[in-house]
């Protein structure tokens, strides 16, 4: 969980000008609670989120724990940490912008290349240019593998951070992210092909999103499907088989 307030950044990109600056694992007995691990951002920096996230990061698909970092001149960028020697610990860290309240939120990791290595996915300032990018890790660093420009995951001073998704949508085996494009009026499917994303559908609401994205069998054909909320409606959109066509 995420601990150890403070308003020494206020960016205010979730809400509110309060951020935390250590990441603490806590171990839930029968009866207590008890820490196991903490780990302390120095300062000046924060972690720019709500919940770190528990992935699967490079090679070995072990798990790490993943969260924003900022700084008021490096901007943000991907912290990630792992369980080792009893202590949770440095392990790697993506490009920071280089200018303050830039933001990244990182949507999930998954194998989107067949590679049998899972991908961190995140979209780069979601607010301004918002770009989706896929990285690898090399040892203690996070390289972006691919880009595309025009997406948005997040609305600026949301606390909800559920507006993407990484999921097969088609039955076909092939993982996509489902995000809103940068209007967030249109729905976007994205496959991950060599270093290039590739857009293979989109989906227009009536207005911009207002909910998080739900990715659930809805009709019970054993295919995921899509239901998700604009300022107008809710939108129910159920998958088909690749044969029928979606």
């Known amino acids: 969980m995420l601990t150890d307030p403070t308003d020494r950044y ?3 990109a979730l809400g509110d000008k309060l951020e935390a600056t250590s990441v603490t694992v806590i171990a839930v007995g ?6 196991r691990g903490r780990y302390v951002v120095p300062e000046p920096a924060v972690l720019e989120d709500l919940i770190p996230m528990v992935v699967p990061i490079g090679e070995g698909r072990r798990p790490g724990v993943v969260a924003v970092k900022s700084a008021p001149r490096q901007g943000s960028s991907i912290l990630v940490l792992g369980w080792r020697d009893a202590s949770l610990e440095f392990l790697a860290e993506g490009p920071a912008f280089g200018q303050k309240n830039r933001w990244v939120h990182v949507i999930g990791a998954a194998d989107l290349s067949g590679d049998g290595i ?7 300032t979601p607010h301004l ?4 990018v896929a990285y690898n890790r090399r040892a203690a660093a996070l390289i972006p593998s691919a880009k595309a420009l025009g997406y948005s995951s997040h609305a600026v001073g949301s606390r909800n951070q559920d507006q993407a998704a990484i999921a097969n949508m088609s039955g076909s085996g092939r993982l996509q992210i489902i995000l809103p494009r940068q209007s967030r009026e249109v729905l976007a ?3 991950l092909s060599g270093t290039r994303w590739e857009e293979r559908w989109a989906l227009q609401l009536g ?11 809805l009709d019970g054909d054993g295919l995921l499907d899509l239901a998700v909320a604009d300022r107008r409606a809710l939108h129910v959109f159920l998958s088909s088989r690749p044969e029928s066509g979606r």
Do not use: K, R, W, Y
């Open 10 to 12: 206020p960016h205010g």
């Open 30 to 35: 029968s009866n207590a609670l008890s820490v």
């Open 118 to 124: 899972p991908e961190l996915i995140a979209v780069n």
């Open 129 to 132: 240019t918002g770009v989706l």
């Open 189 to 191: 499917a994205l496959e």
């Open 207 to 217: 207005g911009p999103i207002q909910s998080n994205l739900v990715v659930a069998d």
